[in-house]
Structures are given as structure tokens and as C-alpha cells.
């Protein structure tokens, strides 16, 4: 981000945006690390590579809307199994997660996971949408129930890299910071209970028909050596940063 390029990117967009136009329409922030880096973060951010739909909702899958933010859409309950049409992960993975950000890990994810004796997940049944829904033993819906990290300051959310002036639209007091994560997470470490699977108290995105705001997925640093020596696949890492 602090390549002169990106800079000069930046002041073209704003010039367009004044105009109710846009420079770029897509982008990604993909960061490398040394691997050395990487084994020295005690968290790591999960970006899950697969993303596929229909969401689970278009399955069959029910949730209740009536507890959920009237503002940003957090805080809906899952009523039943969650039902999705598997044909749509092609690629062999094991990890992939819906538009509406619902988790399924593969039964190698789960069993590594076990094997582990590893804290914070919970894995439950999905099942292949049809006539009459079938329960699969490949796939398993990926649920935290550890304590939720605390995102603080220096981390950034903004509409895009250049645009933070539409950013408070966005955002929601109560669970949302931003529509999209713009930096590296930093969380405090008071509110880490050592679990290997967390996820945040703070969420990023929006209620957009099945699009939802999404917690972050963060892995502790023994849960990330066991996902490496399984040779789970379908996600990369970035570095938490805590303080």
C-alpha cells in the first residue's frame, strides 16, 4: 500500500468518485509473508479461498430474522441443519464457505482437527439439498464457540482502499466496523482465552440479500501447525497482530 503506484491509483479514483464515477470496479489486498513471520504470529486471519453459492438459505436452510440488527443484519439464528447444493465445490479443497458466509470443512478438516484434541470448533451436520435433503459424511458446517476476539485500533475498514469518505455507512456501533477489512487485524490480547478456533466480536460487510457481514476467522498458532501437517487446503494466512 505504500508503493507510489498505489498513490497515484488512489488520487485518480478520487477524481472519478467526485464525478459519481469510478476508476476501478474490483480489487484485492493479498499480503505475503515470510514463513518465519508466520510462525511467529500467536493468531493468524483465515482467508478462505472457495467461495460458492447458492447460499444455504436458497436450499432450505431457515433462519430467524427476529432477534437480528435492524441496521447491519447481525444476530440471525440458525434454525435447522444447514442444507446446500455440495455439486457446486468443484475443486478440491477443504475449507469453502457460501456468499452468506456459511463454513463447511471437509471430514479430513474434522478429523485433524479431533486427532488435535484441538478447542473452539464445533462441526455439524450438512446435508446435499434435493427433493428430500440427504446427510453427507464429507462436509461438515464449521461453528465457533470460543470466546470472541476484541478488534482495536490500528486496524482499518473503509468501502475500498481509497475511499473511506462513504465508510460510516457502513458501519454499525454495535457489530459492524466497515464493509470491507482494509488493513492487517490487530485485536487486544486481554480478550484471547488461548482457543485455537476464534472468531471477533466485530463483524465487516452488510445485510445485502444473502450477503451478510462476516467475523473473521482466526486460528491459533498450534490449530494453524495442524492444519499444515494434515495438509488441509483451500486458505491462506495473514498475520494478527495483538497488543
Known amino acids: 500500500m505504500g508503493d507510489k503506484m498505489v498513490a497515484y491509483i488512489g488520487e485518480i479514483e478520487k477524481k472519478y468518485h467526485k464525478k459519481g464515477d469510478a476508476f476501478f470496479t474490483a480489487w484485492i489486498i493479498k499480503r505475503e509473508y515470510k514463513r518465519e513471520e508466520l510462525c511467529q504470529s500467536e493468531l493468524l486471519y483465515v482467508q478462505i479461498g472457495k467461495v460458492f453459492e447458492p447460499a444455504g438459505e436458497e436450499c432450505?436452510?431457515?433462519y430467524d430474522?427476529?432477534?437480528?440488527?435492524?441496521?447491519c443484519g447481525v444476530g440471525r439464528t440458525q434454525m435447522n441443519a444447514l442444507t446446500l447444493d455440495l455439486k457446486q465445490i468443484k475443486m478440491h479443497v477443504d475449507i469453502a464457505k457460501t456468499i452468506a458466509g456459511e463454513v463447511i470443512?471437509?471430514?479430513q478438516f474434522k478429523q485433524a482437527w479431533e486427532d488435535a484434541k484441538l478447542s473452539g470448533a464445533?462441526?455439524?451436520?450438512?446435508?446435499?439439498k434435493g427433493r428430500k435433503p440427504t446427510l453427507v459424511d464429507t462436509w461438515y458446517q464449521l461453528q465457533i464457540d470460543s470466546q470472541p476476539l476484541e478488534i482495536i485500533s490500528p486496524t482499518i475498514a473503509g468501502t475500498d482502499p481509497f475511499n473511506f469518505e462513504d465508510a460510516e455507512r457502513y458501519?454499525?456501533?454495535?457489530?459492524?466496523?466497515?464493509?470491507?477489512?482494509?488493513?492487517?487485524?490487530?485485536v487486544s490480547r486481554n480478550s484471547w482465552n488461548s482457543g485455537d478456533m476464534l472468531t471477533t466480536k466485530q463483524a465487516f460487510g452488510w445485510k445485502q440479500g444473502l450477503l451478510m457481514p462476516e467475523r473473521p476467522l482466526i486460528l491459533s498458532q498450534?490449530?494453524?501447525?495442524?492444519?499444515?501437517?494434515a495438509e488441509i487446503k483451500g486458505y491462506s494466512v495473514e498475520v494478527v497482530h495483538m497488543k
Do not use: M, P
Open 60 to 62: 432450505g436452510t431457515l
Open 65 to 71: 430474522e427476529s432477534n437480528a440488527c435492524i441496521r
Open 105 to 107: 470443512v471437509s471430514s
Open 122 to 128: 464445533v462441526f455439524s451436520d450438512v446435508y446435499q
Open 171 to 186: 458501519v454499525c456501533d454495535k457489530h459492524v466496523l466497515g464493509l470491507n477489512l482494509i488493513s492487517e487485524i490487530t
Open 222 to 229: 498450534n490449530a494453524w501447525d495442524c492444519l499444515c501437517n
